[in-house]
C-alpha cells in the first residue's frame, strides 16, 4: 500500500490533538491492499490522486447529470468527498433521502457497502444505487455471515430457545442479516432507536430474550446503560466456537445474546482514553458514540449517535470543550464548524474508518464521469428475495412506537 507521507504533518490532526502513528496512517485506505477488509480493487481508470482538477471535474459531471444523480455522504466521509454530496447523514437517513428522490436514476452512495445495500432495499427499481469503491465495506458487518448467523439460529433451535428469541440487528449489518431478521419477526435498528428496538422485542413481541447482531457493545450500552438489565443478563455468542462458547443453559437464561462483534474504529476507545484527555483538559466533556466499549460509555459525560453528537456540538455556547468518541472525519469537521470551541479526538492516535476513507475524490470522478457517459459502474443491487426480507425488518423498525 501506498502511503502520503505528508499525513504525517496534517495540520487538521493536529488540531483534534491527534499525532498519527505509521500503523495508523496504513489504516487510512489510501490505494488498495488485497490483505484487508474486502480487497476489492477498482476495476476502472482511476484519475491521478494528485490531478489538480479533480473538484473542477467532479463539479462538472455533477452538473451536466443534474437531477439524474443524486449523491449521499455520510457523516465519516473526507471534506472534499462531503463538499459533493446532495444530503449528509448517518445511514439510515441516507436511506431515506435516497427515497424520497425517485426522479434520481441513480443514487452515488458515499459510504460504505451496507448502506448502499439499505439505500438499493429502500429505492425504487428504476434506480440504481452505486458504491464508487466496491473495496469500501465495513469491518463490524462482517464479522457477522449469513452462515455463520444461521448457524447460531441452529444452537438456540438446539438449546431450545429460538421460540421465544428475538433477532434485532443492527443497521450496521449486510442485506443477508437484515433478511435472516426479517424472516424471523425480527427488527433492525439504528443507534438512535435501539432502546425502543429492545422495548419493542420484549414489549409487543413478547420475546424471551434477543439476539443482537453483529456489534455486542452497542447492543451491552443499551441493554444495561438505558433498560436496566445487568452484565449478567448478557451473554456473548463467538461464531468462531463450537456452540457459540455458551451452554444451553447460558442461552436459556439470557436476556441479550450479544454478537461478538465491534466497530474497529469506536473499539479502539478504552477507559484510559477518557481519563488521559480528562487530565490534560480540565472540565472538558467526554461524547461518546454508543459503538464504543462499556467502560468508555459508562465513563463518558453523554452518549449518542452522530446525529446526536453533532447537535450537542452544534448547541453548546462558545468557549465549550469536547472530547468526542467516534470517527475522526467527522471530528476533524465539527473542529474546523466551530472554532470558538475546543474540540479535540478522544484518543491521541489516528482512528479513521479505513473503508470509509476508500471514497476519494479519484473514486467519485471515476464514477460521475462514467455516468455522463451512459456506462453504469460499481452498482450494488440486492438479492430480490433477501430484498424482501430485509425490507420486512426495516419496515417494522420504521413501525416502532
Ligand atoms: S466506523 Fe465502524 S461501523 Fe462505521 S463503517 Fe467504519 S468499521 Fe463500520
Known sequence: MTINPTLGRDPALAQVGVTPSPLAL??????????????????????????PTLAARAAAAKTALGDRVFILGHHYQRDEVIAFADVTGDSFKLAQQAAARPQAEAIVFCGVHFMA??????????QRVILPDLAAGCSMADMATAEQVEQAWDDLLDAGVAADTVPVSYMNSSAAIKAFTGRHDGTICTSSNARRALEWAFGERGGARVLFLPDQHLGRNTAVGELGMTEADCVVYDPHRPGGGLTHRQLREAKMILWRGHCSVHGRFTRDSVDEVRARIPGITVLAHPECRREVVTAADLVGSTEYIISVVDAAPAGSAFAIGTELNLVQRLAKRHPDKTIVFLDRTVCFCSTMNRIDMPHLVWTLESLVRGETVNQIAVDRDVATFARKALDQMLALP
Open 26 to 51: 496504513l489504516l487510512l485506505g489510501r490505494g488498495s491492499d488485497p490483505a484487508s477488509e474486502r480487497g476489492v480493487d477498482c476495476p476502472g481508470e482511476l484519475p491521478p490522486a494528485a490531478d
Open 117 to 126: 445495500e439499505s439505500a438499493d432495499i429502500l429505492t425504487g427499481a428504476h
